[in-house]
Structures are given as structure tokens and as C-alpha cells.
């Protein structure tokens, strides 16, 4: 599985602003930016971003998933920090 498929599968599974991945085949770096997370718990964030990736867990084309979730406006203020 490469960076491009599993932004596709969260962009249409999830009402998300934005999605950026990085990664190695199968080990990966997501964050995902939209509104969705502003009333969320950060483990139901989490959950939100696993949901539709599980399936390709379960088969290994994903070995291991780090997740950093934001709202709109803390991605605004953050990404300054993180040089995006």
C-alpha cells in the first residue's frame, strides 16, 4: 500500500479538510485535519482515523500507523511549529 491509496481511503471515509501521509511501504505517518475532531476525545480521534484503515491492518499492507489529528484552526497554529 503507498502514501496515495491510504490518503484516498481517508478522504473519502472520513469529512476530513486534509490528509498527509508519509511512510516507508508499511510502516506510516498520518495527520489528518478537519472539523470532525473538535468535539472528539483524543482516542476517539484516533479511532476515527483507524476505522476505515483496520481492513488493511488486519491484512499487513499496514504494519503500523502513527496518527496526529487536528482541527482546522490547531493545524493553522501547529504546522508553523512543525514546518509544513
Known amino acids: 500500500m503507498d502514501t496515495d491509496e ?3 481511503v481517508l ?3 472520513l469529512a476530513l479538510d486534509d490528509v498527509i501521509v508519509s511512510g516507508d511501504g ?4 498520518v495527520i ?3 472539523e470532525l475532531f473538535d468535539d472528539l476525545s483524543r482516542v476517539k480521534q ?12 488486519a491484512d ?6 502513527s496518527i496526529k ?3 482546522p484552526a490547531k493545524w493553522q497554529r501547529d504546522r508553523k511549529l512543525q514546518g509544513f
Do not use: C, D, W
Not at 476505515?52 to 491492518?57: C, G, K, N, V
Not at 499487513?60 to 500507523?65: C, D, E, G, T
Open 11 to 13: 478522504m473519502k471515509a
Open 32 to 34: 489528518a485535519v478537519g
Open 60 to 65: 499487513n499492507r499496514i504494519h503500523a500507523v
Open 46 to 57: 484516533q479511532q476515527a482515523v483507524y476505522a476505515p484503515l483496520m481492513e488493511y491492518i
Open 26 to 29: 508499511s510502516h506510516f505517518q
Open 69 to 71: 489529528t487536528y482541527t
Open 6 to 8: 491510504i490518503k484516498e
